[in-house]
């Protein structure tokens, strides 16, 4: 039996390509996804037929505890604990601050940062009892400086990368690894909206001149899956030199 990874917002973008990367290294995997059932049922066979890995598939809010702990009770029993969780379901919302309600702040943090902590919550307790583990949290670089008009994003990764370090502290005496990617212009559907003059404009200002592919993010968590424990609490920018 392989190991088994947890990933969050599969169905598409950083999440899908993480778990094709994972099913080609010998992972199962319990993928969950808030609306796209039907993608993420798709890429589960299609990984079952190409890697023979085994998996499960959920569809429901990270952001709501009880979603959430249904979400990783039924994939331990299906599969076996969870060696890895990575936790990359979210939501962006661009605009002035005092355009947003307090609907959409709610919504930007829950689906952001109280995602990480309910699924943190439920996999943790397996991870202590077999003193090992690794939770990679998928963040981005306004959590570091912040972005004009991406507030709550902003503060929601914020308190992603914070959670990362504090966790991380308090579960390296049990051998298991708290990690944040920082990403920055990933090629997904979360930049759609931009025009083409708009996209070649960010191009030109990160110096790798480019986007990074979702699959890039994914070759950086099975880096992290494969490290030793002893790298933790890091928040580790792939942003092609932007920041």
Request: net charge negative; aromatic share 6%; charged share 20%.
């Amino acid at each position: 039996m392989g190991k088994i990874a947890v990933i969050t917002g599969a169905s598409r973008g950083i999440g899908a390509a993480a778990a094709r990367i994972l099913a080609e290294n010998g992972y199962d995997l319990a993928l969950s996804c808030r609306k796209n059932m039907e993608m993420l049922q798709t890429l589960a066979g299609d990984l079952e037929k190409n890697y023979r890995t085994r998996s499960f598939c959920f569809c429901g809010d990270m952001g709501d505890y009880r979603q959430a702990g249904e979400f990783i009770s039924k994939a331990q029993e299906d599969l076996g604990p969870a060696d890895v969780l990575i936790n990359n379901a979210g939501v962006s919302w661009i605009g002035l601050l005092t355009d947003m309600t307090a609907r959409d702040w709610d919504e930007v943090i829950r689906s952001n940062l109280t995602s990480v902590f309910n699924c943190c919550h439920e996999v943790i307790p397996a991870m202590v009892h077999r003193k090992s583990g690794r939770i990679i949290n998928i963040s981005s670089v306004w959590g570091c400086c912040g972005a004009s008009c991406e507030a709550a994003y902003s503060a929601s990764k914020g308190g992603v990368n914070a959670l990362t370090q504090a966790l991380a502290k308090e579960l390296a005496p049990s051998g298991i690894s708290v990690n944040a990617i920082a990403c920055g212009t990933i090629d997904t559907s979360m930049n759609a909206f931009l025009s083409p003059q708009e996209r070649q404009t960010l191009e030109e200002e990160i110096p790798a001149g480019r986007f990074a592919r979702p699959e890039e993010v994914g070759d950086t968590i099975l880096s992290l899956c494969n490290t030793t424990t002893y790298l933790t609490g890091q928040i580790i920018r792939l942003d092609g030199g932007w920041i």
